[in-house]
């Protein structure tokens, strides 16, 4: 496996570091990967990495939702469901900003909210560089969709969404950058990314499901987030929680973190701790995961 470090900070270009956790891998590999936390800024990142060569590998598994549809274990049942709720939620959340126009879904995965949106009088365009997926939502919204970025040229949008996509992406100031010129002035954009500031993260420390190592390169709280994106000439205009990210997630930590208890026990667990997680972050408003709306 071919491992590539982190040199300079992306958010303060800082260069000394510390260990923050070691995570395993628990969809693909079961490889343990290393959390670090720049000493200048407090960022956390996943160091060393799968370079670009290999990183693929870590997304061909069965137990990686977003890109095979799921199977019919309980954990899947529940985040096909959640995601049916997510999706009427996502498109009213980007309609209260935006009359429907031309939307770009960076990491559209199978292409459900790019069909969603479609539906509703949206014209769609979106970026998915795995094959399989990418195909899967083609056939679902009859649009050709683009592999990467740096195939969109001359077009702008006046909505731009990342659905827990940019923690994925190898250079987030590169990405923000591509965004922000192809983004109309008037546009938003969406960035959804868990928060590791979230109790639901300090309950399950290395096995909180959201790490998610390797495919998860970047861990944002509020203050790395509002850093990364004044780096890049966006200015926040609201933070929006995403309350049900803290039911799932804890379920699928609960997972990791007891794996020999029974899933009534886990399932248990994970109501438990989202519920503490949603109540502790109406006064903190450190939520399990988070919505960035940001404008040019």
């Known amino acids: 496996m ?13 260069t000394e570091f510390q260990l923050h956790l070691s995570c395993i891998d628990h969809t693909a590999s079961q490889e343990k990967f290393l959390l670090k936390k720049c000493l200048k800024c407090n960022f956390v990142f ?8 290999t990183i693929n590998y870590y997304y061909k598994s069965e137990k990686y939702i977003s890109h095979t549809g799921g199977t019919q274990n309980l954990i899947d049942k529940i985040y096909l ?18 009359s429907p126009n031309k939307i770009l879904d960076i990491g559209c995965g199978t292409g459900e909210f790019l069909q969603t949106m479609q539906d509703h009088g949206w014209t769609i365009s979106g970026v998915e560089p795995t094959d399989h997926p990418r195909e899967s939502a083609e056939k679902k919204t009859g649009t050709a969709l ?4 740096a195939e969109i040229h001359n077009e702008k949008f006046n909505v731009i969404t990342l659905w827990h996509v940019l923690e994925h992406l190898p250079d987030p100031n590169e990405a923000l950058k591509r965004i922000h010129n192809l983004l109309e002035i008037s546009g938003t954009v969406f960035i959804a990314v868990p928060n590791l500031k979230s ?6 420390q290395s096995e909180w499901a959201a790490y998610d190592v390797p495919r998860h390169f970047w861990h944002f709280d509020q203050k790395s987030m509002t850093k990364l994106l004044e780096k890049n000439n966006l200015s926040l205009v609201k933070i929006i929680p995403m309350q049900l990210d803290a039911y799932y997630v804890s379920l699928l930590s609960a997972t990791y973190k007891y794996p ?3 899933k009534v026990f886990n399932l248990f667990t994970a109501m438990i701790v989202g519920i503490q997680s949603n109540l502790l972050a109406k006064k903190t408003f450190e939520y399990s995961s988070l919505i960035y709306v940001v404008k040019r």
């Open 146 to 149: 683009f592999k990467s970025l």
């Open 2 to 14: 071919a491992l590539i470090s982190i040199s300079n900070c992306p958010i303060c270009d800082g």
């Open 81 to 98: 469901k959640a995601r049916k709720l997510t999706l009427r939620w996502k498109k009213k959340l980007v309609t209260k900003y935006s």
């Open 199 to 204: 109790y639901d993260a300090h309950y399950y």
């Open 260 to 262: 020999k208890r029974s």
């Open 46 to 53: 996943t160091d060393p990495r799968p370079d670009e060569t």
